[in-house]
């Protein structure tokens, strides 16, 4: 059984910093690609950022300079620094990775259960 678990969320000044992290468990063999995602109130889910197996990332448009993903390979955990919050990056917030674990063999879709995000303004 594989997990991912969010963690990090909570209430932020405009201008504050966050940092998530999304911890894999369960007997997991390998994590390929790792993704974070956000769902706003009243609007669809959105790719935040990306982090390939080698390490190469990418970022959605609206958090480019200010969000920055990273793996730690060792612990199976990812992280998301964000910082200079805006409003507008009020959301749930979900890890969502392609795991092989040694159930399946396979590469596996996973998502957590989200943390929140919220402006306190």
């Known amino acids: 059984q594989v997990q991912l678990v969010e963690s990090g969320g909570g209430l932020v000044q405009p201008g504050g910093s966050l940092r998530l992290s999304c911890e894999a468990s369960?007997?997991?063999?390998?994590?390929?690609?790792i993704r974070w995602y956000r769902q706003a109130p009243g609007k669809e889910r959105e790719l935040v950022a990306r982090i390939f197996s080698v390490g190469t990332t990418y970022y959605g448009d609206s958090v480019k300079g200010r969000f920055t993903i990273s793996r730690d390979n060792a612990q199976n955990t990812v992280y998301l620094q964000m910082v200079s919050l805006k409003p507008e990056d009020t959301a749930v917030y979900y890890c969502?990775?392609?795991?092989?674990?040694?159930?399946?063999?396979?590469?596996?879709?996973?998502w957590g259960q989200g943390t929140r995000v919220t402006d306190s303004s």
């Open positions: 369960g007997s997991i063999l390998s994590i390929s690609n």
């Open positions: 969502n990775a392609d795991i092989r674990s040694s159930m399946s063999r396979s590469l596996s879709n996973y």
